[in-house]
């Protein structure tokens, strides 16, 4: 569904010029639920509907960076088996790594999206082209949004939303 301030051929206007799909990951590409072993260890689910969307973005030419505030070895090789590129974890001040990514692809803000889930992601949310959430967001980050997901971070969120730039670029994936 779509910010009530933006029609839906407004949020594909928008979702037509995407050219990088930046994402964060517990809440987003997680059920934002952390399971910890008696050794510390985190173990963390992740829809492989969403890798498929991914997969379909970098396929069709459009990146994908994951900046998230939290380290993970094994979200580390998740991604990376994907064929992401771009990945930043520990990072907590999201601004300067998204900067530092669309400089060395040569993009604009208005060809960025991201897709969060909490107040972290709002400078980014408020500086892309398109700002997409998750339906179970934090109101804040669902009121900074363009369009919000009617799927729960972990739950396919990323897959719609992936469906949804695609398909405003004219791409059946």
């Not at 890798?51 to 960076?65: F, H």
């Not at 900046?67 to 974890?89: C, F, K, N, V």
């Not at 009121?143 to 729960?152: D, E, L």
Request: proline content about 4%.
């Amino acid at each position: 569904m779509q910010n009530p301030g933006l029609s839906l051929d407004q949020v594909r206007e928008r979702a037509a010029r995407i050219r990088c799909v930046f994402l964060d990951i517990d809440g987003v590409m997680t059920d934002c639920k952390l399971y910890l072993g008696p050794d510390g260890m985190e173990i963390k689910a992740v829809n492989v509907k969403d890798g498929l969307g991914i997969k379909n973005l970098l396929r069709n030419g459009i990146e994908v960076a994951v900046i998230s505030g939290r380290p993970s070895e094994a979200m580390q090789r998740r991604l990376e088996h994907l064929g992401l590129r771009h990945i930043r974890l520990a990072t907590e001040d999201k601004l300067p790594a998204y900067r530092e990514i669309i400089a060395s692809l040569g993009l604009t803000d208005e060809q960025c999206a991201h897709m969060g889930d909490d107040t972290p992601d709002l400078p980014l949310m408020r500086r892309v082209g398109l700002a997409l959430c998750v339906a179970d967001g934090h109101p804040k980050a669902i009121a900074a949004s363009h369009w919000v997901s009617r799927y729960r971070g972990g739950d396919g969120a990323i897959r719609e939303a992936a469906d949804l730039i695609l398909e405003a670029q004219g791409i059946d994936a």
